[in-house]
């Protein structure tokens, strides 16, 4: 069984300051991991993935993530926020290519951008 | 087509109906998953197809939501009976697949169907 937690429900970050959105995981298997963010009224995208090539991991817009297998960690960072940062983002878990298991999603972190 | 599409968009009905959601995801991708989000709320996991076949429907919330998917690809979520608390987006993604040594890719979403139940 795998699963997903995403330790702050919500985030508020000054423009221009570092933002750190933090998610551990659990999985039988070498996982692949995601993040993805949903803008307010917006479908889900893809901000970056993890499939056990390098641990460090950038996506689009300026976010990064660092895979880190001995804390089971794969938390989400960019060193500027900006205004238009601010959205829900959701980590996911997908199982070895050995599994037969879903996605599964992290309960979410509100982002929150002060002016 | 080049993304996963979803219909309707929008749909209102009474309490009481039943109504049909489609999936139309992204050739080629053999999983297909339905999850539901209400305002403000994170994603609740409904129901996750491997081809035709449902590994894990431990999500359908009662025995009046159902899903089935056919040739592999298109999938329908039937809610039977609606409820006003089963208004929410449903949506849906598909990924390439799992299993017999597939590397997982990310899954694409579709932009949802909004479903009010009035």
């Known amino acids: 069984a795998q699963s997903v937690t995403q330790l702050d429900s919500h985030v508020s970050v000054s423009e221009g300051t570092p933002v750190l959105l933090r998610c551990n995981y659990s999985?039988?298997?070498?996982?692949?991991l995601f993040w993805y963010v949903q803008h307010p009224n917006k479908g889900l995208q893809l901000l970056l993935k993890?499939?056990?090539?390098?641990?460090l991991v950038k996506g689009i817009n300026g976010f990064e993530a660092e895979f880190k297998k001995s804390e089971t960690s794969f938390h989400l960072t960019k060193p500027s926020a900006h205004m238009s940062d601010a959205a829900e983002y959701f980590c996911?878990?997908?199982?070895?290519?050995?599994?037969?298991?879903?996605?599964?999603f992290g309960t979410g972190t509100r982002l929150t951008i002060i002016p | 087509g080049a993304g996963v599409s979803q219909s309707p968009s929008n749909k209102v009905t009474e309490k009481g109906k039943d109504v049909e959601l489609r999936c139309d995801p992204i050739?080629?991708?053999?999983?297909l998953y339905w999850y539901r989000q209400s305002l403000g709320q994170g994603l609740e996991f409904l129901i996750y197809?491997?081809?035709?076949?449902?590994?894990?429907k431990s999500g359908l919330p009662s025995d009046r939501f159902s899903a089935e998917r056919t040739g592999g690809s298109v999938s329908t979520l039937t809610i039977q009976r609606t409820q006003q608390e089963d208004s929410a987006v449903y949506l849906c993604?598909?990924?390439?697949?799992?299993?017999?040594?597939?590397?997982?890719?990310?899954?694409?979403f579709g932009q949802g169907t909004r479903l009010t139940v009035v």
């Open positions: 993604a598909s990924s390439l697949g799992q299993g017999q040594g597939m590397i997982n890719t990310e899954a694409f």
């Open positions: 999985s039988s298997y070498s996982p692949s």
């Open positions: 993890y499939t056990s090539a390098a641990t």
């Open positions: 996911v878990v997908s199982p070895g290519p050995f599994g037969n298991e879903k996605l599964t």
């Open positions: 050739s080629g991708h053999t999983a």
């Open positions: 197809f491997q081809g035709n076949s449902a590994p894990d």
